[in-house]
């Protein structure tokens, strides 16, 4: 016996179909829609772990998104109150949530701030350690280098020691906070070398760092304080 082998009509599949379509574009919506909320209620809460009174709250409109803002907000009497808001900020040419090395994405997430550094002398008026950089200051974004993700200090030829790394000394360092992502423990590949730093261009996205203008970088450094643990928080706004 033969099969039989029946064709729906066009009209008859576009019925079928076209239900199931919109409940797809409804969750993709409400999915996007649920990561914002997320990202607004959870990092408060991940604050709180990191025993945090003061952290950056960096936004951006979607993961792919180059620009957002940056707002600091610090805890008194047990709520969050912005001292800082609105500044215009460049990310990662990928958008944000870093998974790899290279990936050109900000990370997505919370995490703990570390000290301040620069190329230029001390701007005066920190609270946060500030250390001047040399041109034998690196850091390494080589996964292979058992010092991945490290900043070192060193006098010989980079060139000969590391497959890749970053120059310290330079422009957009001028003046900088280190982000203290991937450093606990140190994952081999999955990202280094993020900063708060000094932007090309308010249209020219980083490799992966938060970059502002120098005079927003130095109003907010100048507000930091170790004293409340600062934090940072990057995601995506509601």
């Not at 215009?88 to 000290?115: A, M, Q, W």
């Amino acid at each position: 016996m033969r099969r039989q082998h029946f064709k729906l009509p066009a009209v008859v599949l576009a019925v079928i179909l076209m239900p199931l379509l919109l409940l797809l574009a409804v969750c993709s919506a409400g999915s996007s829609k649920a990561a914002a909320a997320g990202f607004s209620e959870s990092w408060p809460y991940k604050a709180e772990m990191l025993h945090s009174s003061q952290i950056i709250v960096v936004e951006a409109v979607s993961p792919r998104a180059q620009t957002g803002r940056l707002s600091l907000l610090q805890k008194v009497d047990g709520q969050w109150i912005s001292i800082l808001p609105g500044i215009p900020v460049t990310l990662g040419s990928g958008g944000i949530g870093k998974t790899r090395e290279g990936d050109k994405r900000t990370p997505s997430g919370v995490f703990p701030l570390g000290s301040s550094f620069g190329s230029a002398a001390d701007p005066g008026g920190l609270k946060l350690p500030y250390i001047r950089t040399t041109g034998q200051d690196y850091w390494i974004d080589d996964p292979h280098s058992v010092q991945y993700n490290q900043w070192v200090s060193y006098s010989g030829n980079p060139d000969l020691h590391w497959q890749s790394y970053e120059r310290l000394r330079q422009p957009l360092y001028k003046y900088a906070v280190i982000l203290r992502y991937n450093d606990a423990p140190v994952v081999p590949g999955k990202g280094s070398a993020i900063f708060l730093h000094i932007w090309k261009a308010e249209d020219k996205p980083t490799a992966g760092c938060i970059a502002m203008s120098e005079s927003n970088l130095l109003k907010l450094m100048r507000l930091l304080d170790p004293a409340l643990s600062p934090a940072i928080a990057i995601g995506v706004s509601g």
